[in-house]
């Protein structure tokens, strides 16, 4: 293995999810999310945009699958739309999984590897009208619609993701209000976030009972966390975002119990915490057989006395620095964060589940996307996943986000995340250059 070369058994992939791209958003039986409901509410997305077209993928699956083909890598991370699998009346819809079987069908014909995640983010809405997340019986109804999937697909998937970004779920939907259902509430917010990893290990343990050998395993969106000083109160400001971004999941799906500090963090806003119940933390916490992180930037933070939820305040990066979304680029932190994750808190392996950058792409009158700073950005995350690597961590996988540019939730299509463009005027694809030049790294397992 030379400097520049991950191991022959590594895999890469490209990710998506399915209210991002299917579109078909109510056909063939599928029932409304809360991001149908939430997407066709006023002021909440940009320009009102939503997901009922997207890059109507429902319908061009197939020469979408062409595409990740023509990419070289050896597996997709898509997910499941819960809304087209099971009815309102808690059926199976055979029209919702004959797409699905149509799809791992295309996959298969092409020899990519299928990882799907059962969550993505489009919650049946008449869960979400009884309290969403924030409502115990929605983990419940949850495991039911997994034990569906695994019994329709159990045997041609092999490679399972639970939930995408718990955080996501529950603390900036139910917290922050700028996801599905918007609500500002962080009692709520936190009890949705318990709710969520519970359901995670109810349906681990389903799928270990029905005697199926795949890995499942749950995807997280953990940052590295730094202070701006060593002073005192930037450090402790730094500690708590930590505890809400990263140690609030990680300590209880690996320790089985929620960090202390945070607990009383958050006791400001819960009034009580008898929604963790007896057994709740043992059935959550249950063996993985990996980890998924989505890794995008870093947080920069210091103690803001006038932020009134945690005293955080967040540097904002200089503007050579950002991508699109004005997320900071940081390469070295993801490096950081796989390391902390492997010394802290497990030996599982870990795959880098997305990883990407939102650039202000154009066509270029050559008809090409000329997208070097993606590029860059991806060369640079890569190796600094090589470098994890060669020092003996246990990465196994990478995934980029995305296949293609698609619907960036509140953003709608105002930030393009592809490493194919999407004209969607015309639902025409493009390659961009940073396609043709993840393929080679893809089929060479080679950084050049
Ligand atoms: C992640 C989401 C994914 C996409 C990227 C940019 O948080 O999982 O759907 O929105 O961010």
């Known amino acids: 293995m030379k400097g520049t070369d991950f191991p022959p058994e590594f895999v890469f992939g490209v990710a998506t999810s399915a209210y991002q791209i299917e579109g078909a958003a109510f056909k063939d039986g599928r029932i409304p999310s809360h991001w149908d409901t939430f997407s ?10 939503t997901g009922d077209v997207a890059c109507d993928h429902y319908h061009r699956f197939s020469a979408d699958v062409a595409l990740i083909a023509a990419l070289g890598v050896g597996s997709y991370r898509f997910s499941l739309a819960w809304p087209r699998i099971v009815t309102e009346d808690k059926r199976p819809n055979p029209k919702g999984l004959a797409f699905y079987h149509r799809l791992l069908d295309s996959l298969a014909e092409h020899h990519i590897e299928a990882a799907p995640t059962l969550y993505h983010w489009d919650l049946p809405d008449w869960l979400a009208s009884r309290g969403g997340w924030a409502n115990r019986d929605t983990a419940g109804y949850f495991a039911d619609y997994a034990e569906i999937v695994f019994k329709e697909f159990g045997d041609r998937v092999n490679t399972w993701m639970t939930h995408n970004e718990p955080w996501c779920t529950a603390f900036l939907s139910y917290g922050l209000g700028e996801h599905a259902p918007g609500h500002r509430d962080w009692a709520e917010a936190v009890r949705a976030a318990h709710h969520v990893l519970l359901s995670h290990g109810w349906v681990v343990q389903g799928y270990r009972g029905m005697g199926l050998d795949g890995k499942i395993g749950i995807v997280l969106n953990p940052n590295v966390v730094d202070a701006v000083t060593d002073r005192e109160d930037d450090l402790d400001a730094a500690r708590r975002q930590d505890g809400f971004r990263n140690r609030w999941f990680l300590d209880p799906l690996f320790r089985a ?8 963090e958050f006791s400001r806003y819960v009034p009580t915490w008898d929604f963790v119940k007896a057994g709740d933390m043992e059935a959550l916490s249950v063996p993985m057989d990996f980890l998924g992180v989505n890794y995008y930037n870093r947080d920069h933070v210091f103690f803001n006395p006038r932020d009134a939820f945690l005293r955080v305040g967040s540097v904002t990066p200089p503007p050579d620095q950002v991508t699109a979304m004005g997320w900071e680029v940081h390469p070295r932190s993801l490096y950081r964060c796989l390391k902390r994750i492997q010394d802290e808190y497990t030996a599982i392996p870990l795959y880098i589940t997305e990883n990407g950058a939102a650039y202000n792409d154009r066509i270029s009158p050559d008809g090409r996307v000329h997208d070097s700073q993606r590029i860059e950005y991806l060369r640079d995350h890569l190796a600094a996943a090589l470098d994890f690597i060669r020092e003996g961590g246990r990465l196994e996988r990478y995934y980029a986000w995305s296949l293609m540019d698609n619907f960036e939730w509140s953003l ?24 043709n030049w993840y393929r080679d790294v893809a089929r060479s397992h080679r950084l050049a």
């Open 412 to 435: 709608g299509y105002s930030k393009r995340f592809g490493l194919v463009y999407v004209d969607f005027e015309t639902q025409s694809r493009i390659l961009k250059d940073s396609a």
């Open 257 to 264: 119990r929620y960090p202390e500090d945070m607990v009383q």
């Open 40 to 49: 066709h509410t006023p002021g909440k997305t940009w320009r009102g945009e």
